[in-house]
């Protein structure tokens, strides 16, 4: 039994903190971390990953980190081994994906349901891969952590979970895309889409819809600033077979400081997913202070409020025009803009990493 007064202990998978090119949401895991470890002094955490945290995790009191180098299936080997040696009260998941043993108490977080919404932008390998991680938690976790509301509505209509079990944990924006640009732009007037170039982030009708756009605006060019992703080869063909190839750029991964600078010197951001389990940057966009085009449906509409431009993301019309009125308007973008630095206050790490700690303190 946990007596009330004595400090918990909370094991956390940090494998997400120690990728070389981390994603958005990896990115995430480590702000909410470092949120959580400043404003929780009273408990003690043991981040538990495959190789070297990075310095900014290695200077907390309350922070104990565990190296057990990376192996074959390290989470189902490697991590539940070091989880029953140091006889946690908690454990905490920043994913969907759980190890065979676990403490008393447990966390799983699960950003999104895409592989059941839209089955046709994944393998079909990676649909029975996730759906077994997502029954798999629903069935081993205490509790299950979420991003919106939107998420927890397709927990409980595609996997019947209670709502009881599932907390609500927004994200907030990255604080490097607060940070001032240092890096001049390639290109006077461009469009940016960020994340990777793939069916789900709609990046097909995308370069439709800018195709459409270049009839208007022929300096214009679109950038896209991510990894491949499922679909790839269909999206690159098209933008090879386009009249307006030479104005599409695929930059790949990009770091953190040129994405910063992609984002500050941007006409816009264009990210008007299929679905999103919450749509990180949307904030990325308002913290740049750029106006934002984005879906009209889901967890983007959700996240966005009233501060971006809403559009149907399966219909390159509606995103053309939904484009074209923040280029050809003033007005309309200083709008957004100004909406975009308001709805960004609704968001903070330090709310989240809050709303954690009650969790927590709640098992």
Not at 161 to 166: K, N, V
Not at 290 to 299: E, F, K, L, M
Not at 348 to 361: F, H, L, Q, T, Y
Request: glycine share 4%.
């Amino acid at each position: 039994m946990i007596l009330a007064n004595r400090p918990k202990k909370i094991g956390v998978d940090g494998s997400a903190l120690v990728k070389s090119n981390p994603t958005g949401v990896e990115k995430a895991t480590a702000e909410i971390l470092l949120a959580l470890f400043r404003l929780d002094v009273n408990n003690r955490y043991f981040i538990y990953a495959p190789s070297q945290l990075p310095d900014k995790f290695k200077n907390f009191s309350n922070v104990v980190a565990r190296v057990m180098p990376s192996q074959r299936f390290w989470t189902q080997t490697a991590l539940p081994r070091a989880i029953m040696r140091d006889n946690l009260d908690v454990f905490w998941s920043p994913s969907n994906i759980l190890p065979p043993k676990l403490p008393p108490k447990s966390l799983a977080t699960i950003y999104d349901v895409a592989f059941v919404k839209y089955p046709e932008c994944y393998s079909w390998w990676s649909r029975i891969l996730q759906r077994a991680s997502v029954l798999r938690a629903k069935s081993l976790a205490t509790r299950i952590i979420t991003i919106t509301q939107n998420t927890k509505e397709d927990l409980r209509r595609y996997f019947n979970m209670p709502a009881s079990q599932i907390d609500i944990v927004p994200m907030a924006r990255p604080t490097q895309a607060a940070s001032a640009a240092k890096l001049p732009p390639k290109w006077k007037n461009y469009i940016l889409a960020v994340g990777r170039v793939e069916h789900k982030k709609n990046s097909l009708n995308i370069v439709k819809a800018f195709e459409k756009l270049s009839a208007k605006y022929s300096n214009l060019h679109l950038v896209f600033a991510g990894p491949a992703g499922y679909g790839f080869g269909e999206i690159k063909k098209r933008i090879d077979n386009s009249s307006q190839s030479h104005n599409i750029h695929l930059l790949g991964f990009v770091s953190g400081e040129e994405l910063n600078s992609l984002y500050r010197n941007a006409k816009l951001l264009l990210t008007p997913s299929l679905y999103e389990g919450f749509g990180l940057t949307i904030l990325e966009g308002f913290a740049a202070d750029i106006p934002v085009v984005t879906s009209d449906i889901g967890a983007m509409k959700e996240v966005a409020g009233n501060a971006a431009v809403l559009v149907n993301p399966h219909d390159a019309e509606s995103i053309m025009s939904g484009v074209d009125r923040l280029l050809s308007g003033e007005a309309a973008r200083r709008r957004c803009i100004s909406a975009g630095r308001e709805r960004l206050r609704d968001f903070s790490w330090e709310k989240s990493a809050s709303k954690i700690r009650d969790i927590i303190s709640s098992l």
